[in-house]
């Protein structure tokens, strides 16, 4: 079984300044896939970030990057230039390659993400 | 073309009554997939349903809990006698196939109140 850990339950940073959200996963697969969700206070989950297991590239989607440790099982999101509209809870999810789209997604209990103006 | 439809978005039921929650998925989307949030958690994935068929449902309580999804009409997640373990947000997520490479596209939950 895979299990995802969100260390940080919340963090606070000021507008326009960075911040990065760890996690960290367990996992005997080799091939996988890692996302990060983020769910703002109107309870939708939106997906910022996705990384395939098998590129060693880090994911990047406008403001948003992660950095990929595979060796280390180590997923961190890096929010740039932040803005009030980033204020949300985010999830750090991992599924199996071979698991479809049906258990394959397990979350971590989420960091809470508050951007003071 | 609208999004992952679920209502009601808050339900408040009594303990021993039956809690039924909808969900519309995406306009051909086939998949559909129910998982449960509660308090300061990550989501975590109860089933997962074709049109008319249960594929996978290792993550859905064995009693009192049962998921459909019919030919024509909404995906339904029932919940017969509730308790108050069972107050949580449920989420509804669907997608064009399975994989993955498909995106879920989620909808805002129902909140369920057991009082």
């Known amino acids: 079984a895979q299990t995802v850990t969100q260390s940080q339950p919340e963090m606070s940073v000021q507008e326009a300044e960075t911040v990065t959200l760890s996690c960290t996963y367990d996992?005997?697969?080799?091939?996988?896939?890692l996302f990060w969700y983020k769910q703002p206070p109107s309870r939708q989950m939106i997906l910022v970030i996705r990384q395939e297991a098998y590129k060693q590239q880090n994911a990047t989607e406008n403001r948003f990057s992660v950095n990929f440790q595979k060796a280390a099982k180590s997923f961190s999101l890096k929010i740039s230039d932040s803005q009030l509209g980033d204020t949300a809870m985010y999830f750090c999810?991992?599924?199996?390659?071979?698991?479809?789209?049906?258990?394959?997604?397990?979350f971590g209990k989420g960091t809470h993400l508050i951007i003071q103006p | 073309n609208a999004g992952v439809m679920q209502n009601p978005r808050h339900l408040v039921r009594r303990r021993g009554q039956e809690a039924r929650l909808r969900c519309s998925p995406m306009k051909g989307h086939s998949h559909v997939y129910w998982y449960r949030q509660l308090p300061e958690e990550g989501l975590k994935f109860m089933v997962y349903l074709q049109k008319e068929n249960i594929i996978d449902e290792s993550g859905m309580p064995k009693e009192r809990f049962s998921a459909e999804f019919p030919k024509e009409g909404p995906s339904i997640l029932r919940i017969q006698q509730v308790v108050r373990g069972d107050s949580a947000a449920y989420f509804c997520a669907s997608s064009l196939l399975t994989g993955p490479n498909e995106k879920l596209f989620f909808g805002s939950g129902t909140q369920l109140s057991v009082l």
């Open positions: 996992t005997s697969e080799n091939n996988y896939y």
């Open positions: 999810a991992f599924m199996k390659h071979a698991g479809g789209g049906a258990d394959g997604l397990t």
